[in-house]
C-alpha cells in the first residue's frame, strides 16, 4: 500500500527558509506525480505545486511562485518543497500526496499525514 511520509516542518519567521520532505513507499515511485497541498486554520485545503513522475514538469499555485520549489529524488523515493521567502500566510499544515498517473494536475488520491509550517511575522 502507498505510504507518505512528510518531514521538515516547524516554526520559521517571515523570511526565512524551510525545506520539506516526502517520504514514499508501496509503489514504484518514478511513475508516479506528486503534490504538494496545504490546509491553514479555518480554510480549504489548496494546490501548491506539483511535479511529474519524471521531474521533468513542474506546476505552481500563484500564490507560491517565485518563493517555492518543488523537485524529486526518483533513487531515495522523496518528494521535496523548498520554500523561501515565507510570509505569515504561508502558515500552514502541508500535505504530500500522488495519484495514479505520471503527469501533473492530479487528481490525487494518497495522502500523507500533514506537517505545519508556522511562520511568525
Known amino acids: 500500500q502507498v505510504q507518505l511520509v512528510e518531514s521538515g516542518g516547524g516554526l520559521v519567521q517571515a523570511g526565512g527558509s524551510l525545506r520539506l520532505s516526502c517520504a514514499a513507499s508501496?509503489?514504484?515511485?518514478?511513475?508516479?506525480?506528486m503534490g504538494w497541498f496545504r490546509q491553514a486554520p479555518g480554510k480549504e485545503r489548496e494546490f501548491v505545486a506539483d511535479?511529474?513522475?519524471?521531474?521533468?514538469?513542474?506546476y505552481y499555485a500563484d500564490s507560491v511562485k517565485g518563493r517555492f520549489t518543488i523537485s524529486r529524488d526518483n533513487a531515495k523515493n522523496t518528494v521535496y518543497l523548498q520554500m523561501n521567502s515565507l510570509k505569515p500566510e504561508d502558515t500552514a499544515v502541508y500535505y504530500c500526496a500522488t495519484g495514479r498517473v505520471p503527469v501533473t494536475g492530479g487528481p490525487y488520491d494518497y495522502w500523507g499525514l500533514g506537517t505545519q509550517v508556522t511562520v511568525s511575522s
Open positions: 511535479i511529474s513522475g519524471s521531474g521533468g514538469s513542474t
Open positions: 508501496g509503489r514504484t515511485f518514478s511513475m508516479f506525480a
